[in-house]
């Protein structure tokens, strides 16, 4: 499973129209496909070691900064 990466840090969705969801956790994202796909994910994770041992792979980890943020519906697309 040469195509996964780790994504730790802060996520911003918006599941309604009306509601905006911030969570900290890990999300463990497959890009084989070179579009990328959420596989897993934790809300309870603490550290970037705590995500590759909790999803138990052996995977980059893109940690955001103490600042930054992900929106998941992005994660893996480059323009």
Do not use: H, Q
């Amino acid at each position: 499973m040469g195509g996964e990466t780790i994504y730790f840090g802060r996520f911003i969705s918006a599941p309604r129209p009306d509601d905006l969801l911030i969570r900290t956790g890990a999300v463990l994202v497959d890009r084989s496909d070179s579009r990328g796909l959420i596989k897993k994910t934790d809300w309870t994770v603490k550290s970037p070691s705590d995500a590759t041992s909790k999803f138990g792979v052996e995977a980059p980890v893109v940690i955001a900064k103490d600042n930054g943020f992900f929106f998941p519906g992005f994660i893996g697309m480059w323009w």
